[in-house]
């Protein structure tokens, strides 16, 4: 079975910072499109941002430009999510996600094409 590992979610303030990892020990992370994905309760799960595997481009949701980056580190296999300017709305449980296909959505439409899914990690913005 093939495995995604989100790593680095916990509780923040507002206006705090928190840094998540995804790792696979399955997959060579940058042949696959990346996306980050949060689902807040009672609310539909969303791509925020997805980094391609040919020129390493972003694409992000309007709510997190500015706030949120993603970044490869091939040397340890790893995407990685920094978050800053956290507010309580961005509290949810943040997935990562793989696609084989190389290419880039955000949105709850993205859910669909993604081929692998990680557990999740909470990330909770409250003071």
């Known amino acids: 079975q093939v495995r995604l590992v989100e790593s680095g979610g916990g509780l923040v303030q507002p206006g705090g910072s928190l840094r998540l990892s995804c790792a696979s020990p399955?997959?060579?992370?940058?042949?696959?499109?990346i996306a980050w994905f949060r689902q807040a309760p009672g609310k539909e799960r969303e791509a925020v941002l997805c980094?391609?595997?040919?020129?390493?481009?972003?694409l992000y949701l309007d709510s997190v430009k500015g706030r949120f980056t993603l970044s490869r580190d091939n040397a340890k296999n790893t995407v990685n999510l920094q978050m800053n300017s956290l507010q309580p709305e961005d509290t949810a449980v943040y997935y990562c996600?793989?696609?084989?296909?190389?290419?880039?959505?955000?949105?709850?439409?993205?859910?669909?094409?993604?081929?692998?899914w990680g557990k999740g990690t909470l990330v909770t913005v409250s003071s």
């Open positions: 996600a793989a696609d084989r296909a190389p290419v880039c959505t955000v949105g709850p439409a993205a859910a669909d094409g993604m081929d692998y």
């Open positions: 399955d997959l060579n992370l940058d042949t696959y499109a």
């Open positions: 980094i391609t595997p040919a020129d390493d481009s972003v």
